[in-house]
């Protein structure tokens, strides 16, 4: 049975600790799944979160302090003194210890740091601390699991059980020769089922090894374990000395943000953002595109203004400027995000022609479908010529969208420019002015103004 | 060093092919990873592909199949005999030999079944091909380790090594009681340093024990699977029988589909549809939002029709339609996307208040900032009436947006409708209908008409 949050549980919770009630949270905390936990701690106060956090024991703590949400961890842990950060820390894997340091000031560094009483893991730990965030050294735990090429099965196993004290999840034992480069792997299944006298050397397999630098970019981390269907990935240094392993749940983060990061951009929202940042920062996020959006009005207004004779003599014309700019920006959307996700997903090889060619077909064929239908409303709701006017502008409209909106992102990704950027009010904006100009181009012909 | 496929080294390949050059394709292609070589296949026609693909030896072309992208390997498999097919089978694992089998007909599945040579395969997959390809069950796989309660551990690991022919990857041992109901979990790290006589119910780990039922949603599964942070999960019947594993490979995949889906509803795209689809199902999956916003676009219409008088009079009114109507559809969007983004990583608890209260004052800010440029802009442009106009208009819709932005998708999730529906054309064409109102209005009182 999994746990299912619910509101009454949660109010209970509240009750238990206003009352100081360590009976009742003993009994319905404890035993729950550090997720489970986490998720409470996610919806308490800090104070709250902090009385039910220090009833678990150590393991169970560190373990719901890395599934805590990013903001309430932050939060969290600035309510905390130096030598209780440093006393967390020593449970924690030493990447989960380098992202907490990472988001204290140099002082209090230093001074968590010194709280430390295990010497080696405040090393490992200072250590990770000097790569960049968005590498594979910034993802890299220090803790994984190695062999000698040259031991026996059974020294192996010995010198295993050592080492598998700090790692938590075993899932590949990288293989090294005696200057400590990575050679190969061996699966544990392997080494179970193997005598105790074979040399790991007989038993590894060093084929196709699978590495990342430690200066990788943690994109291309997940791209790689993504393709090779990796749960783990052991990182290298220049010299191909084996220096730290990446789990795939740090990964499955990566790239759900990437997704995020994705999703915001075609939406306009230009840096990452959660729900809960602050105001200001939310509309710093935004005024760039909206910026943008408003230079394209202001386009679209000076267009405009060029026919503003045709437009006193048939007012009508203004009608139906909504409707152009609207499916100009709509079919442009979608055509670029279709040609965004493809380039996500990597089809370097499919020719732009081709691409661009099918994008056409659709236009044409979704721009008769649709010029026919507003043919027969614009008439019914004006006259004909209008109806003439507004089918004939809105078939080149949709054709025009459908081909920017796919040659855009194919420009920018040719210049190394994230495609993502091409979806929404980039597009938008320019069919816009774009769809006018063709729509009062096709009236005034029609009107004979 | 990891493969990096080049476009000479295609033309190479493809000149070999070409030449029928087995010497130089055994040599540059036999000792790649699994997934460069389906990288290369992915870029050759299918009877290219096939001529590669019978130089591999068995347990690699299984691999390289499951690799393949999704259309390329059905157009393969099409090439092939129905007895050919069976032989490849025998070497894939239940779930993927299973999802193979659904893309064909039931006359050819039969066939197919009928040519298998190992009866206990063919029976697995014959039972998987009876669950929902979007539940648990059409996820699972049949391959997985498990071990009796009451073995010794040296008992165990005999049994195991039986077992784990089959099985490619072990994560975790599956703890079973005689009933064959899942009662716990056991680590191979556990296993492996656990002395030959330790009884496994003295080493299992009973608690919190994460599973999934056979007909939970694939939605569900990886829901489950990223909380819990697993590599693999145990898939029981309604008795909480063990009957099957998911790996976490099968699950990104889903994620991945997940955000892919979301991207394209929030683009205005209505089916699931892959860069290779056929012209007519893109546009068929794209007609219902150009469709809405058709209707959007003449609701527009009916509005500004109901003001021909004004714009007759001052068709200067008319320039600035575009950059109302994009200017609210921008900032909509931007609002439900944050929005449909802290619903989708299950935010259920913050109120709704609170996310309205703040998008409103971002919207206040944002609308406050645009008003001013705008002011300066449309007077210079136009006239000082015209610049008060357009700014009190934009600074009304901005504002209207964000809270329309934000509440719709938190309307739609109440009632358990996909809110990344809300984001693209759906507000876009609520907005621009109300947008032009309230320009009109303010415009008709600012200029007495």
């Known amino acids: ?194 005598s105790p006298k074979t040399k790991i050397s007989d038993l590894y397999q060093d084929k196709n090894i699978i590495s990342v630098k430690t200066t990788d970019s943690s994109e291309e981390v997940a791209r790689v374990m993504e393709k090779y269907d990796l749960v783990s990935i052991p990182v290298v240094d220049f010299q191909n000395k084996l220096v730290g392993r990446i789990t795939i749940d740090d990964v499955m983060d990566i790239i759900k943000e990437e997704a995020d990061k994705d999703f915001q951009l075609a939406s306009g929202i230009s840096e990452k953002i959660e729900a809960n940042a602050t105001v200001w920062r939310m509309s710093r996020a935004r005024l760039p595109w909206l910026l943008i959006g408003m230079l394209g009005g202001t386009l679209g207004a000076q267009v405009i203004s060029t026919y503003e004779g045709s437009i006193s003599k048939i007012p009508a014309l203004a009608f139906f400027i909504p409707l152009i700019t609207a499916m100009g920006g709509n079919v442009g959307v979608q055509s670029s995000a279709i040609v965004v996700q493809s380039l996500a997903r990597g089809n370097q090889f499919d020719s732009i022609t081709s691409k661009l060619a099918k994008e056409t077909l659709v236009g044409l064929l979704n721009g008769l479908i649709c010029s026919i239908c507003i043919f027969g409303i614009a008439t019914v709701f004006e006259n004909q010529t209008l109806g003439i006017t507004v089918s004939i502008a809105l078939f080149v409209v949709i054709l025009f969208a459908a081909i920017m909106g796919s040659m855009i992102p194919l420009i920018l990704n040719r210049y190394k420019i994230d495609p993502a950027l091409a979806t929404g009010p980039f597009v938008t904006t320019l069919n816009d002015v774009l769809g006018l100009f063709i729509y009062f181009t096709v009236g005034m012909i029609l009107y004979g103004l």
Not at 72 to 94: G, H, M, W, Y
Not at 165 to 174: A, G
């Open 1 to 194: 049975m999994r746990f299912e949050l619910t509101k009454d549980f949660l109010e209970q919770l509240r009750r238990a600790i206003q009352a100081e009630d360590t009976v009742w949270i003993d009994e319905h905390i404890l035993g729950l799944h550090f997720a489970d936990i986490a998720e409470l701690l996610d919806e308490l106060t800090k104070e709250q979160a902090k009385f039910v956090y220090f009833r678990l024991d150590e393991d169970l703590q560190a373990d719901v302090l890395m599934e805590l949400e990013e903001d309430v961890r932050d939060r969290f842990i600035k309510t905390l003194s130096s030598k209780e950060i440093a006393e967390q820390l020593e449970n924690l894997d030493s990447d989960d210890a380098a992202d907490i340091l990472g988001e204290l000031t140099d002082k209090e560094i230093q001074e968590v740091i010194s709280h430390m009483e295990d010497d080696e893991a405040a090393e490992d730990i200072v250590d990770l601390l000097n790569y960049d965030e968005d590498t594979a050294g910034g993802l890299m735990q220090k803790e994984f699991i190695q062999a000698n090429l040259s031991w026996p099965v059974d020294r192996c196993i010995v010198e295993l059980r050592r080492q598998a004290e700090d790692v938590e999840q075993v899932y590949t034992i990288y293989v090294v020769d005696q200057l400590n480069k990575l050679v190969g792997l061996l699966s544990l299944k392997r080494l179970l089922f193997a």
